[in-house]
C-alpha cells in the first residue's frame, strides 16, 4: 500500500473541506470504552430523563474526535502533526444526530509549515454543537 503524504502546498488561506457522520451508539459504546466515562448523562437514559436534556446526550469530545479525523486525514492530512486544538461546546450532540465536521485554513505560516484551521461541527439541523481552531504542523 502508498500512502502519499499531502501537499503543503495546497492548503493556503479559505481552503475548505468537511465530512458528515452519524453518532450512533455504538460510538457512545466504543468512548466510552476507550475513555471510562460512565457519566449517567451519556449512558443511563433514566437518569437522562431528569436533566434538562430529557434524554441521553453523547459525550461532546465525541465531536471534537471527529475534528481529529478531518485534520489528520483531510487537511492537511497524511505527514502533518496536530499541534493544538481549542474547543467550545455550545450545544449537545444526541445519539442519532448526523454531524457536519468542516474546516477552513485562516492562517499560514510557510516558515515554519503551519497552518491554523477554523474547526466546526454542526448537526443536521445546522446547528453550531462544537467550533475552535486546530493548529497543523506539516513534516
Keep these: 500500500m502508498v500512502i502519499e503524504k499531502s501537499d503543503f502546498g495546497k492548503f493556503q488561506v479559505g481552503y475548505k473541506d468537511s465530512f458528515t457522520r452519524e453518532v450512533t451508539q455504538s460510538t457512545v459504546d466504543s468512548f466510552v470504552d476507550v475513555s471510562g466515562d460512565v457519566n449517567p448523562i451519556h449512558v443511563n437514559e433514566e437518569y437522562a430523563k431528569t436533566t434538562r436534556f430529557k434524554k441521553r446526550i453523547a459525550h461532546g469530545v ?23 486544538q481549542t474547543l467550545k461546546f455550545r ?40 467550533t475552535g481552531h486546530a493548529v497543523m504542523m506539516h513534516e
Design 91 to 130: 450545544a449537545p450532540v444526541f445519539i442519532g444526530d448526523t454531524l457536519t465536521v468542516t474546516g477552513e485554513v485562516v492562517e499560514r505560516d510557510e516558515e515554519r509549515k503551519r497552518i491554523k484551521i477554523q474547526t466546526d461541527v454542526t448537526n443536521q439541523d445546522g446547528v453550531l454543537v462544537t
Design 62 to 84: 465525541i465531536s471534537a474526535s471527529f475534528i481529529s479525523s478531518l485534520v489528520g486525514l483531510k487537511m492537511p492530512g497524511i505527514g502533518a502533526i496536530y499541534v493544538s
